[in-house]
């Protein structure tokens, strides 16, 4: 293998794939990033056999070839150069790795080849096309209310399904549950998907600066997800995620509008006095106009916080923890937010006030 690329675009390729590598004890290979030259393309891949990847990059091939290379030697390595060096030029000879720059000579060890699982390029009848923006926006807004739990394998993972004109992305781990709806033009073919909640944020790392449309084909128990230079391959979960609609309260006894800054402050301040299970205490008073946050801690004393709001319906005090509320606000663009309780031991609903698009579910805390 000898070939000459440009310093910039390879970073960006070993950066994307690096974190794919897995440490891996009985298969040492899978911590390496497998170089292919040939084509007149460099493709780096790089498993841990939950997920893979592939990712073309043109290049001045002087020579096909392959080898394994330590992912966080060949990143460090390239991640370090100065800006002056703006090409970098690679030749293997008898294992060995000849790495050479305008301002460096390097040698890296190379790994055998020979156990690194293939990873073949595979597509179906049924694929599907989605702006990038569209499937990382949806995957961003709900991937945290995943459970961390392999327990129930369809509950740690984010559910991706179509409705007509939109594609919903769902997760849950029964303590709160977001929903986001994204409207998608011409979708036709795609299938509902589980998608593993750990492999969901290398999926958002890896495609969250393309702007081109994405290609989404499902292959056995394969999502293959598509970009002009990215092909990946995620492992799905084969299970039945939970009839969650019926879940969501159809109606509202107690609304609140707050803006979301004034929400986000006073559960700062209230989670100071938290406890360990970040329990903060929701009063609700219409008729006095009266929207307060209290929360008290036996070691540290306790903090009561009245947020400027409006309020409509039934008197209310409820409990919730406020770690799964603060999960969700970087999933609502909106100034303001809306809250509606649907009385003791039922859960709160919050949305943006203007855009239905978020739906986020938070179960009450028992006293």
Wanted: net charge negative; charged share 25%; with cysteine.
């Amino acid at each position: 293998m000898k070939l000459e690329i440009n310093k910039e675009r390879i970073l960006r390729s070993i950066q994307k794939a690096e974190k794919i590598a897995s440490k891996n004890v009985t298969l040492p290979v899978l911590s390496c990033l497998l170089f292919e030259a040939k084509d007149g393309e460099l493709n780096i891949k790089a498993t841990n056999l939950d997920i893979s990847i592939v990712i073309s990059n043109k290049a001045k091939i002087e020579k096909d070839g392959i080898a394994a290379i330590p992912s966080q030697t060949i990143s460090s390595y390239i991640s370090n150069l100065p800006k002056s060096d703006t090409s970098v030029n690679f030749e293997l000879r008898d294992n060995n790795l000849y790495i050479n720059t305008k301002s460096s000579d390097t040698t890296i060890k190379t790994q055998s080849v020979d156990d690194f699982p293939q990873i073949n390029k595979t597509s179906s009848d049924g694929q599907t096309r989605v702006k990038s923006e569209d499937f990382i926006k949806g995957l961003n807004s709900v991937w945290y209310s995943s459970s961390n739990s392999n327990i129930k394998p369809e509950l740690s993972s984010v559910y991706v399904y179509q409705n007509e004109d939109y594609l919903f992305f769902v997760a849950t781990d029964s303590f709160r549950l977001a929903e986001k709806k994204v409207r998608v033009k011409n979708i036709d073919n795609f299938k509902d998907v589980l998608i593993p909640f750990k492999n969901v944020t290398e999926i958002i790392r890896v495609f969250d600066d393309v702007e081109e449309e994405l290609t989404l084909d499902l292959v056995e128990d394969q999502l293959i997800i598509k970009s002009e230079e990215v092909y990946l391959s995620s492992r799905i979960v084969d299970g039945t995620f939970p009839d969650y609609k019926q879940i969501i309260p159809k109606e509202s006894k107690t609304n609140v509008n707050v803006l979301k800054e004034d929400f986000i402050q006073s559960l700062k301040i209230s989670n100071i006095f938290s406890g360990k299970f970040n329990q903060v205490v929701f009063s609700i008073l219409p008729e006095d106009s009266i929207f307060e946050i209290q929360s008290t801690s036996n070691d540290l004393g306790e903090t009561k916080n009245v947020i400027k709001s409006k309020q409509s319906g039934e008197n209310l005090k409820i409990s919730f923890n406020s770690k799964y509320i603060n999960d969700c606000f970087n999933s609502i663009k909106s100034e303001s937010i809306s809250l509606d309780f649907c009385g003791l031991d039922k859960p709160m609903i919050i949305k943006a006030s203007n855009d239905d698009s978020f739906t986020y579910l938070v179960m009450p805390m028992n006293k």
